[in-house]
């Protein structure tokens, strides 16, 4: 496992951008795969976006194609996700995941064993 610590989140009116970071500990970061998910007041965690250790594809839930960007200093251990074009329903705490299990799907929860305290972001109309 893996420590993560998120930051970046705040408020920010729709249109809008923000980056957040995750920044990792253990010296293996490059091989982890990551994730980020959100969640909102009163609903499920969900999938944002991924990242594959080593090869570095990534993955977009189909709500954030176009307008979020997914990716990774391995240099500096640190994750992160460029939210443009932001929307009031992206409203929810972000959350960073890690798992350094091959070849699963990296677009659910139970895939992923270190999970970050997640970082509130807010989109005003």
């Known amino acids: 496992q893996v420590q993560l610590v998120e930051s970046g989140g705040g408020l920010v009116q729709a249109g809008g951008s923000l980056r957040l970071s995750c920044a990792a500990s253990?010296?293996?970061?490059?091989?982890?795969?990551m994730g980020w998910f959100r969640q909102a007041p009163g609903k499920e965690r969900e999938f944002v976006a991924a990242i594959r250790g080593l090869v570095g594809n990534t993955y977009y839930a189909d709500s954030v194609v176009g307008r979020f960007t997914i990716s990774r200093d391995n240099a500096k251990r640190t994750l992160y996700l460029q939210m443009n074009s932001l929307k009031p329903e992206d409203t929810a705490v972000y959350y960073c995941?890690?798992?350094?299990?091959?070849?699963?799907?990296?677009?659910?929860?139970?895939?992923?064993?270190?999970w970050g305290q997640g970082t509130q972001v807010t989109v005003s109309s």
């Open positions: 253990g010296r293996t970061f490059s091989s982890f795969s």
């Open positions: 995941a890690a798992t350094n299990v091959r070849n699963v799907r990296l677009d659910t929860v139970r895939q992923y064993d270190s």
